[in-house]
């Protein structure tokens, strides 16, 4: 009795070999685009012939890229560039650079304070509640980070 379950399951396991193989073998082949049972050809490159860089080719690329700056780049006015602004942080962006600096150092505390302080001021801005309150999570202050996730609810409503 135990030689025929022996028997049957080798039997079962060779069957589904054979399937898997032959399976294998069909979904290979139509993925790449040949007949089954075509010969294949084995491409060793897949990006094919690209013209290698040289100090020639970078020169004409750099020659290109003049022309095309003296065809459409300008030199903006005093009055555009101020219109544009001075290029200074403006009051979050400051506060996100002290937030992500205290969390570099590992100094979450002070990252906390932070962004405490930004959201006292600022009670209505959704992305810092949501960092404090995971900040909090994270620092095992869970009461205080469900408190501020629902102030993050109540604000995106």
Do not use: C, H
């Not at 801005?125 to 996730?149: C, F």
């Amino acid at each position: 009795m135990q030689t025929r379950y022996t028997s049957l399951f080798i039997g079962v396991i060779f069957a589904l070999t054979l399937m898997a193989l032959a399976s294998y073998r069909e979904i290979s082949a139509t993925s790449f685009g040949v007949a089954a049972g075509a010969p294949r050809q084995w491409v060793n490159d897949t990006l094919g012939d690209l013209p290698r860089m040289t100090r020639v080719s970078f020169a004409d690329v750099q020659a290109a890229d003049a022309a095309w700056r003296l065809a459409n780049a300008r030199e903006y006015s005093l009055a555009e560039l101020r219109k544009r602004g001075d290029g200074r942080r403006t009051a979050r962006e400051a506060m996100q650079d002290r937030v992500f600096s205290a969390q570099r150092t590992g100094n979450r505390g002070r990252a906390i304070t932070e962004l405490e302080r930004w959201v006292r001021a600022n009670p209505r801005d959704a992305d810092a509640l949501l960092s404090l309150a995971r900040l909090l999570n994270e620092s095992g202050r869970s009461e205080e980070s469900v408190k501020r996730y629902r102030q993050v609810l109540a604000v995106t409503r």
